[in-house]
C-alpha cells in the first residue's frame, strides 16, 4: 500500500544542526530525512553522541534547526515565531524525561494540570483532567503527593499523565525508563503502550534500551548524525513489524 504524506505527522527533510563550542564547530546532525506516522510508536536508537537527543529537540521545536525543513501536523514548525510555536507545542505536543522535570514544590495533581492551566483552561476543567490522567496511569492515591514522596516509577507516571494531560498529537520521550529498574522499566513501557493504543497518539522515544526498542512499531537507527535505517524498508513497517 501507499502512503502518501499526508499520512505522516512528523515529516522532516534534510535537517542540519550544528553546535558551536568555542573555536569548534559540532555538526550534530548532518541531513535528517525522517517520516513518522500518525499513531506510530516509534523509537530512535543508536550509539551515545549519534544525534538522538538532538534530533528530538529540532523535530520537536525545542531546538533550532541550521537548514532543512520539519513538518509537523503539516505545519512547518521552524517557520512560526517562538511565542507561536511555544503554544503549538503546548496545545499539540507532550514530552516525557528521563529525569522527569517535575516542580518540586507542586503536588502530583498540580504538576499533571500545569500545561493546561498554560494555556488556558479554567481551574475546575484543569483539575479533574488531571485527576482522570493520574487514574489512568494507576495514581488516584497518590494525586496530593509531592514529587519526593513518590518513587521513581511513580514520578515518572505523574510525568506520563502531564505529557498527555493536553490530548497530545505527538508524545516526545527522551530515555524514559533511563533511570528506572528493570521491574518499574517495564511498568513504564507497558503502561506508554497502553495509553498509546487507547489514545491512538503518535509516540517517538529516544532509547538505549533494547527492551524499549522492542515494543516500538519502527525502529529508527541513527549513526554520526545521520538516520542510517529509518524502518521504512519497502513500506513494509507495522505495528508488529519492528526488531531491535
Known amino acids: 500500500m501507499t502512503t502518501g504524506q499526508n499520512d505522516y505527522i512528523v515529516h522532516a527533510t534534510g535537517v542540519h544542526k550544528t553546535y558551536s563550542t568555542g573555536k569548534v564547530t559540532v555538526p550534530a546532525l548532518r541531513g535528517i530525512d525522517l517520516r513518522v506516522r500518525r499513531g506510530e510508536m516509534v523509537a530512535i536508537m543508536g550509539p551515545s553522541g549519534c544525534g538522538k537527543t538532538t534530533t528530538l529537540n529540532c523535530l520537536s521545536g525545542l531546538d ?60 475546575k476543567e484543569a483539575r479533574q483532567r488531571a ?18 514522596e513518590l518513587s521513581g516509577g511513580q514520578r515518572q507516571r505523574v510525568t506520563i499523565a502531564r505529557a498527555l494531560v ?31 493504543k487507547d489514545a491512538g497518539e503518535t509516540f517517538i522515544i529516544v532509547t538505549h534500551s533494547r527492551e524499549v526498542g522492542e515494543i516500538a ?15 521504512l524498508s519497502g513500506e513494509a513497517s507495522g505495528p508488529d513489524s519492528a526488531t531491535p
Not at 490522567?133 to 503527593?145: E, I, K, P, W
Request: charge should be negative; avoid cysteine.
Open 131 to 148: 485527576l482522570d490522567l493520574l487514574d489512568q496511569v494507576g495514581l488516584s492515591d497518590r494525586a496530593t503527593h509531592l514529587p519526593a
Open 217 to 231: 512499531n519502527r525502529i529508527v537507527r541513527m549513526r554520526d548524525g545521520l538516520v542510517i535505517d529509518d524502518g
Open 64 to 123: 533550532e534547526i541550521d537548514s532543512g525543513s520539519v513538518e509537523v501536523e503539516s505545519q512547518l514548525i521552524h517557520d512560526l515565531p517562538d511565542d507561536e510555536r511555544s503554544d503549538y507545542r503546548a496545545r499539540r505536543m507532550g514530552f516525557i524525561f528521563q529525569l522527569y522535570n517535575l516542580l518540586p514544590v507542586l503536588t502530583a495533581v498540580e504538576n499533571v494540570e500545569m500545561p493546561l492551566l498554560v494555556s488556558g483552561a479554567s481551574s
Open 166 to 196: 493536553n490530548h497530545p498529537a505527538i508524545v516526545w520521550a527522551d530515555e524514559p525508563t533511563g533511570d528506572l529498574d528493570s521491574e518499574t522499566a517495564q511498568e513504564i513501557m507497558e503502561l506508554m503502550i497502553r495509553l498509546n
